[in-house]
């Protein structure tokens, strides 16, 4: 029976890009939390078999239509959210794309900045980037209504400039990377300001690096499992009110900008 779930007392979380690796590893580990999860998918199918998944485990599930670079569906699905539970407690920003495709971060070439097709890097901010500010700014209004707001953006260890920039560092051996890379610098900076606006309303807003993860995104050649992944982004949301705001962590802590 499709019930309503307005009065229901669980959380409601949404993770966008929910139908596989860390964003699926997050919402099994959100259900067994007894929090309700929206799958967000951008194919509904895939969504509805991911949501399946985590209720056959006992958790509540539900999968949600939406693609962060389509304007329809976000608005669809913060109307249905609305419709059936009238706030929102977690928003997961998860979707992400690095434009080169399903290949291993060595063999990202077509990312080198001499070279790299602007309309790649076009594509690639449109969803790490813009995709964020419009999902996040069409859930605000529910994730006002919330007594303990929290918003939770998936970077890299890419993303930082101490990083990154260091000849010796742990990424030394990577392509440089003109879309990729910046997308989550920006997602980074963005978090932040998100951070500073909202820190009066109580919604603590946080970037997560999960570390090496062996999912579709690098062909599978990470070394954690999306479910180590998703320990991290679960931690930051569900953090008390004296948590951080406007910060970059990993498994380990704090991850330099």
Do not use: C
Not at 32 to 43: E, K, P
Request: proline share 6%; glycine share 10%; aromatic share 6%.
């Amino acid at each position: 029976m499709d019930v309503n779930e307005h009065t229901a007392p669980h959380q409601v979380v949404l993770i966008t890009g929910a139908n596989k690796g860390i964003g699926l590893a997050a919402a099994e580990q959100f259900a067994a939390l007894d929090m309700t999860v929206l799958i967000g998918a951008r194919n509904r199918q895939r969504g509805e078999d991911a949501a399946d998944a985590v209720r056959e485990a006992g958790g509540a599930a539900h999968a949600v239509t939406l693609d962060v670079t389509d304007p329809v569906t976000i608005k669809d699905a913060a109307a249905w959210i609305e419709q059936r539970f009238d706030h929102l407690d977690v928003l997961v920003n998860n979707a992400g794309i690095t434009g080169s495709g399903q290949v291993s971060p060595q063999d990202a070439v077509d990312q080198i900045p001499s070279g790299v097709d602007l309309d790649m890097v076009r594509q690639v901010f449109e969803t790490n980037v813009f995709g964020v500010i419009a999902v996040t700014n069409a859930m605000l209004p529910l994730l006002r209504r919330s007594s303990a707001a929290r918003i939770v953006n998936l970077s890299s260890g890419a993303a930082s400039l101490n990083i990154t920039s260091n000849p010796y560092g742990p990424l030394t051996g990577l392509p440089p990377s003109a879309a990729y890379a910046p997308s989550k610098s920006a997602l980074n900076a963005l978090t932040v300001q998100y951070a500073n606006e909202l820190r009066k309303d109580g919604i603590l807003v946080n970037a997560v690096s999960p570390g090496y993860v062996a999912t579709d995104i690098n062909n599978h050649s990470g070394y954690l499992t999306p479910a180590q992944g998703a320990a991290v982004v679960v931690s930051l949301a569900t953090l008390g009110p004296d948590g951080p705001t406007g910060g970059f962590f990993s498994d380990d802590g704090p991850v330099p900008w």
